[in-house]
């Protein structure tokens, strides 16, 4: 089993920015992609961004140049700083795992940006 717990969430005005944190801990023997997601009010989950253990990534189209994934390996740890954040960046983020044993999902934490 993993455990995934974000931390870093909160309350900011458009413009601000915020950094999320994952760290993953339990049976882990390998980490092969992480990544963030997110879910507005009545809309389904996306994808925010993603890295691969090689350290390549993919973003959302609608963060592209704002937010930035990282992810330390040796804390299984990934990181996503978002700057500039928009009120269309409002919802509840989720932090999710691909291990060998399957795919892990945190309990989110949530982003709300004012105008």
């Known amino acids: 089993q993993v455990q995934l717990v974000e931390s870093g969430g909160g309350l900011v005005q458009a413009g601000g920015s915020l950094r999320l944190s994952c760290a993953a801990s339990?049976?882990?023997?390998?980490?092969?992609?992480m990544g963030w997601y997110r879910q507005a009010p009545g809309k389904q989950r996306e994808l925010v961004a993603r890295?691969?253990?090689?350290?390549?990534?993919n973003y959302a189209d609608s963060v592209k140049g704002r937010f930035t994934i990282s992810r330390d390996n040796a804390k299984n740890t990934v990181y996503l700083q978002m700057n500039s954040l928009k009120p269309e960046d409002t919802g509840v983020y989720y932090c999710?795992?691909?291990?060998?044993?399957?795919?892990?999902w945190g309990k989110g934490t949530q982003v709300t940006v004012s105008s």
């Open positions: 339990g049976t882990i023997f390998s980490i092969g992609v």
């Open positions: 999710n795992v691909i291990v060998v044993t399957g795919i892990y």
């Open positions: 890295i691969t253990g090689a350290g390549n990534t």
